[in-house]
């Protein structure tokens, strides 16, 4: 599991080519260590082609982010995603946002489909699933939140329920029907600052940079 405060390092997705499931002398299970990197190689082999190679990145990182958490969460996904958005929001640029949304469906049939065949003594299934509704909403609170910090920012120190009226009233803006309104997430977020956290491995910060520089909406929904 990644470090707390960190995202996953970049070695985890260089892993593909040369994984392979160990074959213990008690059966063909693997031990939940490989859980992640099992998954990995699935995706690769299964799914990944229909992910816009753009995307490609940003999905294989959120894999191994929920794969490293779901046995403590029991295949519950609904459970899961939340507080994962939530740390990952303060080091990710929006555009990981637009491109996980767009690609969310397919990753979560992945995982529906491919989890209960991973050969682990105790098999997992996903328990409970997060429609693409349900994650366009706590996305747009992740980025609300963040609009509305960067908004009063130096402006000293405010009532924290102004902090909140500012991004409640930022969430509507952005999340309608269901659905996020990217060009406004764009207008909102471009122009604040990026720049990845210096503990994470040099590949990850580059590959964050460079996703930041994005300004196409290819993808997002």
Same mark, same amino acid.
């Given at each position: 599991?990644?470090?707390?405060?960190?995202?996953?390092?970049?070695?985890?997705?260089?892993?593909?080519?040369?994984?392979?499931?160990?074959?213990?002398?008690?059966?063909?299970?693997?031990?939940?260590?490989?859980?992640?990197?099992?998954?990995?190689?699935?995706?690769?082999?299964?799914?990944?082609?229909?992910?816009?190679?753009?995307?490609?990145?940003?999905?294989?990182?959120?894999?191994?982010?929920?794969?490293?958490?779901?046995?403590?969460?029991?295949?519950?996904?609904?459970? $899961?995603?939340? *507080?994962?958005?939530?740390? /990952?929001?303060?080091?990710? !640029?929006?555009?990981?946002? #637009?491109? +996980?949304? &767009?690609?969310?469906?397919?990753?979560?049939?992945?995982?529906?489909?491919?989890?209960?065949?991973?050969?682990?003594?105790?098999?997992?299934?996903?328990?409970?699933?997060?429609?693409?509704?349900?994650?366009?909403?706590?996305?747009?609170?992740?980025?609300?939140?963040?609009?509305?910090?960067?908004?009063?920012?130096?402006?000293?120190?405010?009532?924290?329920?102004?902090?909140?009226?500012?991004?409640?009233?930022?969430?509507?803006?952005?999340?309608?029907?269901?659905? $996020?309104?990217? *060009?406004?997430?764009?207008? /909102?977020?471009?122009?604040? !600052?990026?720049?990845?956290? #210096?503990? +994470?491995? &040099?590949?990850?910060?580059?590959?964050?940079?460079?996703?930041?520089?994005?300004?196409?909406?290819?993808?997002?929904?």
């Amino acid at each position: 599991m990644p470090k707390q405060g960190q995202f996953a390092k970049s070695t985890r997705t260089k892993q593909l080519n040369s994984f392979k499931v160990k074959r213990r002398s008690g059966g063909n299970t693997i031990p939940t260590d490989q859980l992640t990197d099992f998954l990995l190689v699935r995706f690769a082999l299964t799914a990944k082609k229909r992910v816009a190679p753009a995307a490609q990145e940003t999905v294989q990182r959120f894999l191994i982010e929920i794969s490293d958490r779901l046995v403590a969460a029991n295949g519950n996904l609904a459970q $899961l995603v939340p *507080p994962l958005l939530s740390k /990952l929001n303060s080091q990710v !640029p929006w555009q990981f946002y #637009a491109q +996980l949304t &767009a690609n969310w469906a397919l990753l979560q049939r992945f995982l529906v489909k491919e989890l209960p065949a991973v050969p682990l003594v105790k098999r997992l299934r996903v328990t409970s699933q997060l429609s693409g509704v349900q994650l366009n909403r706590l996305v747009a609170e992740q980025l609300a939140q963040r609009g509305a910090a960067a908004t009063l920012l130096g402006r000293g120190t405010l009532p924290p329920a102004q902090t909140r009226l500012l991004a409640k009233q930022l969430q509507g803006a952005l999340y309608q029907d269901g659905r $996020l309104d990217w *060009p406004r997430v764009r207008a /909102l977020l471009a122009p604040l !600052p990026y720049r990845p956290a #210096a503990e +994470l491995d &040099a590949p990850t910060r580059q590959w964050l940079s460079a996703l930041a520089r994005q300004t196409g909406l290819t993808g997002a929904n």
